[in-house]
C-alpha cells in the first residue's frame, strides 16, 4: 500500500479487527449504488470515502431542485443535469485514488443484469417498488448481496439480502419479506415527506453495511431487517430469518410508461389536444391543481368508467410516481386508451414556471 | 383473545394511531390474526403484502399467538 | 415563503405535522457547529439542505488527508484550508438561501459565551474534552440547548443536553452523565480508530435532533443519552434523568498548549535544541517513530523523574491529542520546564514529506 | 451476589471483552459495584467518571442491584 494511502485511511486501518488488510479489501472491491438519491447520495459519499476501490453509480435521472433538501451532493447550479454524472465527478475529487463509474441509464430487466456484472455488491438507493424488486430478483439470480433501505416520513428500515450462508443457500431477500406490493397504496417521499436527516442517517447505514460485508467486520443485518424511527430514535430489529424461501427464476418485466413532458404538454393543452386527470389526493387537488377531472390514484380501479374519452389522457401528480401507476393501471384495464403520464409532475410544472 | 398490535410506516395512517387491537374469535394464529386486520382494515388488503413479527420475528402464517406477545405490523415503503 | 423555497423544501413541508410553519421556524434558526470533523461535516451538510437560516461553523484547524476517510465536506486539494472556511463556502453551494457564518478560532474560555450569544441551539462536533466540557459548560452558563455527539471505533453516543423542562429548571447535561475525564485515560480516533460510516450516522443523527429542537417535532433525546454499536446496528437510549443536579457556575480554564510545527521542530533537531519524548503506546512506537525518549502517556506520572533535562522537551504522538495532554500533565508537575507539543503528532510529521 | 455487566466503549478494552462478571460480598449497591469494578480494573478508577445504567436508566450510588438486573458500563468517549 503506498505512504499516501496508508495516511488517507489511517484512522480506519487503526480499528481493532480491521489493519491494511481490509483497507486492502475495500480497495479491491466493487460496489454498485443504484440510485443517487436520499440514500444513494450520502451512501456513496462515505464509500468513496472509506476508499472502496471500484464505485458504479447509475441513475437516469437528473438533479431536481425539489430533492434538493435531502440529495446533498447537487446544488441549485446543477439542475437538470444527469444525477450520476454531477455524483461521479465530485466524489472523484474527494477521493483521486478510487475509479468512480457513472451509468446514465435506467435500470431495466433488459439492461440489469450486464450491469451488475462488474460488480460484487449492490447497494439499493431507488425510490420506486418496480426498481426495489427488479434490483432484488436480479440480485438473486446473479448471485450479488444487496444492501437495501428505504424511508417514509420519519421511518426508514435497512438490510442485507441475499448472502451466501450455508452449501447453496442464501439468507433472505425482500420477496422473502414482502412478496409483492400494489405500489399504489403507499405513498412515496414526494406524497408523504420525508426528514432529510433520516435519508442521511439510512444511507450512512446502508455503506457501513457495505464496509461490514466487504471487511468482514462485524455483524452484518443478514436475515435481519432494522427499523428505525426519527422522531424518538427507537430502533429494532426485526429476525427474518437463516435461509431464503423464495424462488426467483426471471425477472419482473420492467414497463415503460409513456412520459409527456411539461412543455410538450402545454403546448398540447393550448391545442386541446388531452385530457388531464389528476390522481393526487384531495388536499393536494385542493391546494394547486393545472385543471382536468380529479380520480385520486386509490379509487382509479372504481371509477374507471368515466376516463372513457376520445382524446389521449394524461395522467398527472405530485413527482410522476403515481400518475406512472396511473398509466400501467389503465393500460390493463382499458387496454385501447392512449394514455401518458405526467414527466416529473406537478413539481416539475412549477419548476419550469420559476 | 384480544392481540395488541403495534403499526409501522403507512399502517399507522390505516390504522389511524401507533397501535390498534384485535379481537380473536377462534384460533389465534398469525393468519387469523392477518384476515381479522384485513377485514378491519381494507386498505392493509390492497397493499398485498405486509409482514407481521412477533417478539422481533418474522412471523409465519401458522404461527400461535399468545396474549404477552408483542405483535408489529411492517408495511413495505419504497422512498429513497 | 417565496415560491422557489416552498418547492425546494416541499417533501420535508408535506411531512405530517410539519407544514409551512416548520419550514419558517428553520428558516429563522440560527445554529453554531462546533467543529467541521466527522460529525461536523454530515451534520453541517444536512443543516444546510434542510434551510436552518443561519448556520455558524466554527474550527481553527485545516483540512488534513488523514481525515479525509470521514470528513466528506474536504477534498484533498484543500489540504492545509482552513475547515469552516472551507465547509461554508460548499455548503453555500449547496443551499445559496441562508446564511453561512465561518467562524475560524479555536474556541475557549475567553470567546466561547460571545461565539454562542448569536446562535440559539450548539451542535457538538468536536474531538476532544477540554472542547466538550468547555461548550456544555458555556451551553449551560449561556442557556444554549446543545446537540451532543461522540465516537470511538465503532461505538457512538447522542444526547441533546440542557433543554428547559420546567419551572426554572433544565434537562440534563453532560457533567451529569460524567462529571469530570481524565482525557489521557481515553484514546482519541486517530490512535483507537474510528469507522467513517459511524461519523455519519451520529452527524445525521445530531442534525436531527437539531431539526426536532427547531421545529418541535417528535421527542428530542433529552434527558437521554443513546448508544450505537455500528459492528451489529444495535442500539439503546438511556434515561439519564428529567432534571440537571449539577451547578455550573464558571468556565474550566482552556489552557494553551505550546506547539512547535514540523518544520521547526526539523530545523531544531538538526541544530541539537531539543528533546524528544515519545508518548506512544509501545506498537505505535515499534511501527515507526522520530527518536527521542519513549513514555507512554499512561505511564507519565511514574516516569517523570526520567524526563529532567537541560533543554526544552518536545511530546510527540499520533495526532497531536495525546502530547498536548502530556504537557498539560508535565506543567503541573514540573512547573519550571520548557514544553512543547509537536503540531500534529507523526501524522503530520509524514503528510509533510509525502 | 455476583453482578453480570456490559460493556461499553473503552471498557471493552480495559475488561478485554464485551461483558464481565463481578462478585459483591457485602451490600449490592451501585457505589459498591463501582468500588469493586474500580478494584478489578484499575484503568477504569484512572478516567475519574464512568456512568453505571440498570435497565437502561442511569443509576444513582445508592440504589440496590437485583440478580436479574442489566447492568452497563458506559465510559465517556471524545472522538469527532
Chains 1, 3 share one sequence.
Request: glycine content about 10%; overall charge negative.
Amino acid at each position: 500500500m503506498q505512504a499516501s494511502d496508508l495516511l488517507r485511511y489511517s484512522c480506519q486501518i487503526a480499528l481493532p479487527g480491521f489493519g491494511e488488510a481490509s483497507q486492502k479489501r475495500l480497495q479491491q472491491a466493487r460496489v454498485l449504488v443504484v440510485g443517487a438519491g436520499g440514500l444513494g447520495c450520502p451512501a456513496a459519499q462515505y464509500l468513496a470515502a472509506a476508499g472502496i476501490g471500484t464505485l458504479g453509480i447509475a441513475d437516469f435521472d437528473t438533479v431536481s431542485l425539489g430533492n434538493l433538501h435531502r440529495q446533498v451532493l447537487f446544488t441549485p447550479a446543477e439542475v437538470g443535469q444527469n444525477k450520476a454524472r454531477v455524483a461521479c465527478d465530485k466524489l472523484q475529487h474527494q477521493n483521486p485514488g478510487i475509479k468512480l463509474v457513472p451509468h446514465e441509464l435506467k435500470v431495466t430487466s433488459a439492461n440489469v443484469l450486464a450491469l451488475l456484472q462488474d460488480y460484487d455488491v449492490v447497494l439499493d438507493g431507488t425510490d420506486n417498488f418496480d426498481t426495489k424488486y427488479l434490483l432484488n430478483d436480479a440480485c438473486v439470480l446473479a448471485g450479488k448481496p444487496l444492501v437495501y433501505g428505504a424511508i417514509y416520513q420519519f421511518e426508514g428500515q435497512v438490510a442485507v439480502w441475499n448472502v451466501p450462508v450455508e452449501a447453496g443457500k442464501r439468507s433472505p431477500n425482500y420477496r422473502d419479506v414482502f412478496p409483492e406490493v400494489d405500489a399504489s397504496q403507499v405513498p412515496n417521499c414526494a406524497e408523504g415527506g420525508v426528514i432529510p436527516t433520516l435519508a442521511g442517517m439510512i444511507g450512512c447505514m446502508q455503506a457501513n453495511e457495505v464496509l461490514k460485508l466487504v471487511t468482514g467486520a462485524g455483524e452484518p443485518l443478514v436475515g435481519k431487517l432494522l427499523l428505525l424511527d426519527a422522531l424518538t430514535m427507537q430502533s429494532r430489529i426485526i429476525k427474518v430469518g437463516k435461509v431464503s424461501n423464495v424462488t426467483i427464476d426471471i425477472l419482473p418485466e420492467t414497463e415503460e410508461v409513456p412520459l409527456i413532458s411539461v412543455p410538450e404538454l402545454k403546448q398540447g393543452i393550448a391545442k386541446g389536444l388531452y385530457e388531464l386527470v389528476d390522481v393526487r389526493r384531495d388536499e393536494e387537488r385542493k391546494a394547486f391543481h393545472i385543471g382536468g377531472k380529479h380520480v385520486p390514484l386509490d379509487r382509479l380501479g372504481k371509477e374507471v368508467e368515466q376516463l372513457q374519452t376520445n382524446k389521449p389522457l394524461v395522467f398527472y401528480c405530485a413527482s410522476g410516481k403515481r400518475s406512472g401507476e396511473a398509466v400501467k393501471n389503465i393500460r390493463k384495464q382499458l387496454p385501447g386508451l392512449q394514455v401518458y403520464s405526467l414527466e416529473g409532475g406537478i413539481k416539475a410544472w412549477k419548476e419550469q414556471q420559476v | 383473545m384480544k392481540v395488541k398490535v403495534l403499526a409501522f410506516g403507512i399502517a399507522k395512517d390505516i390504522f389511524g394511531s401507533s397501535s390498534t387491537a384485535v379481537e380473536l374469535s377462534g384460533e389465534a394464529t398469525v393468519e387469523a390474526l392477518r384476515t381479522a386486520l384485513e377485514m378491519q382494515y381494507p386498505r392493509l388488503k390492497q397493499l398485498s403484502s405486509f409482514m407481521i413479527a412477533v417478539n422481533d420475528e418474522y412471523a409465519e402464517a401458522g404461527q400461535e399467538l399468545a396474549p404477552e406477545d408483542e405483535v408489529a405490523i411492517i408495511p413495505p415503503v419504497s422512498g429513497g
